[in-house]
């Protein structure tokens, strides 16, 4: 199951009996034109322009349909500078002479987006400004993408020196006998992967010094496969106690599970540092214009936010009813939801208006309190002031492997109404949050893992929790101030750091 976010790139079959199409000229022409940028792309000796070039690349190769799925296998795989590569450039892959630091290949879907992606990010920023402090940095740092397709949009709204970072960690030499590599995604991704995407580790199992899968589940359990692939691993990092014993009851060895919590950049995440985003002022999908924040003269509107992707795991419904259950136009409040769209359309106020009718809620009589959608690209660098223009984080989900937004209104000192299960039960406390009861488990009634088992989060509790943050804003401001102390202590990129260090040296060592 992915990360709060990520889809796979697994590509359709042709239906039968589809008429075969004549072949177009371009389908030679435009792979000629691709390995003759290939042959420049290699050629450059400027890491920047080497990078910008297969980034072009990449994403034509991913983007143009003439191109057949082998052949842009082939072409990408040359794309990216593995390290077995840059073993032949800096002196073959046997076994140094000399100790080095060791080198950290990190394999993740960085260009992509989603739940592993700015995990992924969380930690490089973190040991890059770590190592950066040291006089004689302990590890040394390499990155690739892997694991997703690529989102231009996304890689353009990264801060300028996230992108800068990304260019340099990607030109970092390694021999591979002397490499740790994090295979950051999930298990369906590493070698051999299950679908169509950069293998973790590229050569297999046996040229790296180590292999590290980095992963998580929201459920109850991993399937088998899964938990197979995890025993081909040195060693998983699971980022909850939660996971730890999931994993284990589910067959990954317990010598190999380590619990490597996430950091969160409390630094970008600052609400002293950011104004806040003046959010959408079109008509709501559901109910009145007039509990828009920025409409009325004076008028201060109580803001919920809510960000995920269109799922039932999400609980999305649990949100919508309980909302809608609980208040009016009268009460003053907005709920808005940073959504896109999973394995569906674009179409959420139909979508939100269908659910009201087919949960027979009843309109009240001064109308329903409104609901915003926020389905276009926000920028990464614009978030923390998404986050500041909202009084209340909210999130009933069914399952998380971490909750990445949760932890970022924390950061942002914003009381925080989640699920008292799975990964959010690794901070979050009464004294920094409100965590929401859970009614029961039930199954997963649909797709790859259909059968496990999740939470049912508790609608009439929600309903009290959100009345309770609005009613009392004193209790809710002194939670928040707690929760931004309690993910400074315990999850800040130099606490994590440290942590990832620890355990980078630990497996490094144990197999020289």
Same mark, same amino acid.
């Given at each position: ?31 000629a034109?691709?390995?003759?940028l290939?042959?420049?792309a ?19 190769? *991913? ?19 593995a390290p $077995?590569?840059?073993?032949?450039s ?9 100790p ?8 993740a879907?960085?260009?992509? &987006? #989603? ?14 400004r ?10 040394r740092?390499?990155? =690739?993408?892997h694991?997703?397709?690529?989102n $231009?949009?996304?890689?353009? #709204? ?12 990607h ?13 950051? +995604?999930?298990? &369906?991704a $590493? ?8 293998p973790? !580790?590229?050569? %297999? ?5 180590a ?5 998580? @589940?929201e ?5 088998p ?21 999931? *994993? ?5 060895? /317990? +010598?190999?599970?380590?619990k ?7 630094? @970008?995440?600052?609400p ?18 007039? %509990?828009?924040?920025?409409?009325? !003269?004076g008028r ?6 809510s ?14 009813? +309980? ?6 136009t ?5 709920l808005?939801?940073?959504t896109? /769209? ?23 009589g001064?109308?329903?309190?409104p609901?915003?959608v ?25 399952? =998380?492997g ?20 799975? #990964? ?21 009634p649909?797709?790859? *893992?259909?059968?496990?088992? $999740?939470?049912?989060?508790?609608v ?12 009392? !804003? ?7 101030a ?21 355990q ?9």
């Amino acid at each position: 199951m992915d990360s709060e976010g990520s889809t796979s790139s697994r590509q359709p079959e042709q239906p039968a009996g589809t008429p075969q199409r004549k072949p177009s000229p371009l389908r030679f022409l435009v792979p000629a034109a691709l390995v003759l940028l290939l042959a420049v792309a290699v050629a450059v000796t400027s890491p920047s322009t080497r990078h910008n070039l297969r980034l072009s690349l990449r994403s034509s190769l *991913f983007s143009h349909r003439l191109l057949s799925p082998g052949l842009r296998r082939q072409v990408l795989r040359l794309l990216s500078p593995a390290p $077995w590569k840059r073993d032949r450039s800096v002196g073959g892959t046997g076994r140094p002479t000399s100790p080095r630091p060791p080198c950290v290949l990190w394999m993740a879907p960085f260009l992509s &987006g #989603g739940g592993y992606s700015s995990e992924a990010w969380s930690y490089i920023t973190a040991l890059d400004r770590s190592m950066g402090e040291e006089e004689d940095p302990p590890i040394r740092l390499a990155l =690739e993408q892997h694991g997703d397709l690529e989102n $231009w949009e996304f890689w353009e #709204g990264l801060p300028e020196g996230d992108r800068e970072l990304a260019i340099r960690l990607h030109g970092t030499e390694c021999r591979l006998a002397e490499t740790v590599v994090v295979c950051h +995604s999930e298990p &369906g991704a $590493w070698y051999p992967p299950l679908f169509e995407t950069l293998p973790c !580790p590229l050569t %297999g199992y046996a040229a790296p010094l180590a292999v590290v899968g980095r992963t998580m @589940f929201e459920t109850d359990r991993l399937n088998p496969e899964h938990a197979r692939r995890c025993n081909r691993m040195d060693a998983v990092w699971v980022p909850t106690g939660f996971h730890v014993s999931t *994993f284990v009851a589910s067959g990954v060895d /317990p +010598s190999k599970v380590v619990k490597v919590v996430q950091p969160v950049d409390v630094g @970008f995440f600052d609400p002293s540092k950011y104004k806040p985003l003046a959010l959408p002022a079109e008509m709501p999908v559901l109910g009145s214009v007039l %509990g828009n924040p920025n409409v009325g !003269p004076g008028r201060k509107v109580f803001v919920f936010l809510s960000i995920f992707k269109w799922e039932r795991r999400k609980g999305w419904d649990v949100l919508l009813a +309980s909302y809608l259950r609980e208040f009016t136009t009268a009460d003053g409040v907005a709920l808005y939801l940073l959504t896109n /769209p999973y394995h569906t359309d674009k179409d959420f106020g139909n979508k939100i208006s269908k659910f009201a009718q087919d949960a027979k809620l009843e309109e009240p009589g001064d109308g329903w309190a409104p609901v915003y959608v926020i389905d276009s690209h926000i920028a990464q660098a614009d978030l923390p002031r998404l986050y500041k223009a909202a009084d209340a984080f909210v999130l009933p989900s069914r399952g =998380e492997g971490w909750g990445r937004p949760v932890v970022e209104a924390m950061a942002m000192e914003l009381p925080v109404i989640v699920t008292n299960w799975s #990964g959010p039960t690794e901070y979050l406390t009464e004294e920094n949050g409100y965590p929401l009861p859970v009614d029961r488990m039930s199954k997963v009634p649909e797709g790859p *893992f259909k059968g496990h088992l $999740w939470a049912e989060p508790s609608v009439e509790q929600l309903r009290a929790l959100m009345r309770r943050v609005v009613s009392n !804003p004193e209790e809710a401001e002194r939670r928040a101030a707690r929760a931004r102390e309690d993910m400074i202590q315990r999850f800040s990129p130099a606490v994590v750091a440290r942590i990832v260090v620890d355990q980078i040296l630990k497996v490094s060592k144990a197999h020289q």
